[in-house]
């Protein structure tokens, strides 16, 4: 554990700093005369609903430490981004926040080109839940066609499970199946998606008798990659090594990404993609 520095005044400097950035007129408050910019001390105290007295003593480095659920309240109060927030936990506690998960629908531009900019690689990113919320043209050929699916059925274990032909071209389907379910829940626990988690488990054991017996075995495995053989109905056998990517300052997505493992699968993949692309209107 990182040991905290508040003794050292840091916790209270970055509370006056982030203080100091805030625009009271923006916030609703009274200009009038202030004699430092930002809000005052009592101003973040309401807006985190704790003592003025408290938030004083913190600034002033008074009090000893403050617990997680104060930290979390002064975060938001102060409008804290992500990183910011972490970083108060640790020179406040010397360590990083509990992991709160944050459902995704959607990826930035900057997230989609880095996906674009391997075409002849499968690739596509996914949530702690395993929704797919991006992915590039190699990956709809590839693996699946995303963009034909339902919003609520784009998800990896739906797909493995729900899906007759995704099934079919598994070289060795359950011992996948049983990969897919143990990392998965290594990363719904990992990102805290505890609740999204049994809400999905609970509609994926009703739906199909193989994923809750493999559930109920308990396996958890690590999900940073691996090797994998696809029956492709037009290419033929794929053969294909993966690699799973946390995705900087997105703790709750992951990028997989499937290169062709021999050179003749990355010529059957260039083959299925050239073609596809000539038969686009």
Do not use: C
Request: proline letters at 6%; glycine letters at 6%; a neutral charge.
């Amino acid at each position: 554990m990182i040991t905290p520095i508040n003794e050292e005044g840091r916790l209270g400097a970055y509370l006056r700093s982030r203080r100091a950035r805030l625009d009271p007129a923006a916030l609703g408050y009274p200009v009038g005369r202030r004699r430092t910019p930002g809000l005052r001390r009592e101003e973040v105290a309401q807006r985190a609903n704790i003592s003025p007295t408290w938030y004083t003593w913190l600034e002033q480095g008074r009090g000893g430490a403050p617990s997680a659920d104060v930290l979390d309240r002064i975060a938001r109060g102060l409008m804290l981004t992500e990183a910011e927030r972490e970083h108060l936990f640790l020179i406040a506690l010397g360590r990083a926040p509990d992991v709160r998960y944050r459902p995704v629908d959607e990826v930035t531009p900057r997230l989609q080109a880095v996906l674009d900019a391997m075409p002849f690689s499968p690739a596509f990113i996914k949530t702690a839940t395993w929704d797919v919320v991006a992915w590039n043209r190699a990956a709809a050929a590839v693996l699946t066609d995303y963009g034909a699916l339902p919003r609520e059925e784009r998800n990896v274990l739906r797909i493995m499970f729900g899906n007759e032909r995704v099934r079919a071209a598994q070289d060795d389907w359950w011992s996948v199946a049983r990969f897919v379910v143990a990392s998965f829940r290594a990363d719904a626990a990992r990102a805290g998606a505890s609740a999204e988690m049994t809400e999905l488990v609970e509609d994926m054991s009703r739906r199909s008798e193989a994923f809750a017996s493999l559930w109920r075995s308990d396996d958890v495995a690590a999900p940073g990659g691996g090797a994998k053989r696809l029956h492709h109905a037009e290419a033929g056998l794929l053969e294909l090594e993966f690699s799973t990517f946390a995705v900087d300052g997105r703790p709750e997505l992951a990028m997989a990404v499937y290169n062709p493992a021999t050179e003749e699968t990355a010529a059957r993949v260039r083959a299925l993609l050239e073609g596809a692309a000539s038969r686009t209107p």
